[in-house]
């Protein structure tokens, strides 16, 4: 089963990136061609990815994860970056780590021809990433068909800083 080749593929980093946070790392999955091929074969075909008019990458490891499936189920890819690294005319939201607080920009013409998209990342911890990106693109008339993230730390309940209208949220 694909979950169980994941969970034992995943590292574990006690107190990064600050003390009383133990990070996930999903990296090595990179490392595992045969579990990637796997892994981004699965997101392809969930229907809230083929229910999209396109896939939007989080900084930074979803923009991996959500290239790879955006390749496979040919839909284009929208990048949801860190300030400072988007030219042109931006849609700008903050938001709550559970270590900080950080923003997040999307080019505003690179949605303009589609309305409904896939928020792929790697993990749902706290939630304030994912609803940071579904703020930025409700707030400009979009909608979103799912979240989809290879880990969630259900633990932090991120879920519950999502839209009701976001029904479909899956991890691996």
Avoid: H, W
Avoid at 26 to 37: F, G, M, S, T, W
Avoid at 116 to 122: A, G, N, P, T, V
């Amino acid at each position: 089963m694909l979950k169980n080749k994941l969970i034992k593929c995943f590292d574990s980093y006690q107190d990064f990136p600050k003390e009383g946070i133990l990070f996930r790392d999903v990296l090595p999955v990179l490392a595992r061609p045969d579990l990637l091929e796997e892994l981004t074969k699965e997101m392809a075909n969930l229907e809230m990815v083929k229910n999209s008019d396109a896939i939007v990458g989080i900084d930074a490891r979803g923009f991996l994860f959500g290239m790879a499936a955006a390749l496979i189920a040919k839909k284009p890819l929208i990048l949801a970056r860190k300030p400072g690294k988007l030219p042109g005319d931006l849609i700008t939201e903050s938001y709550e780590l559970e270590y900080g607080k950080n923003t997040l920009c999307i080019q505003k013409k690179s949605i303009d021809d589609f309305n409904k998209f896939c928020i792929i990342d790697d993990l749902l911890a706290t939630g304030g990433t994912a609803a940071c990106v579904e703020k930025m693109l409700f707030n400009n008339g979009k909608s979103i068909t799912g979240l989809a993230v290879i880990v969630e730390l259900s633990s932090l309940n991120g879920r519950n800083k999502l839209n009701s209208n976001v029904s479909a949220q899956v991890s691996f």
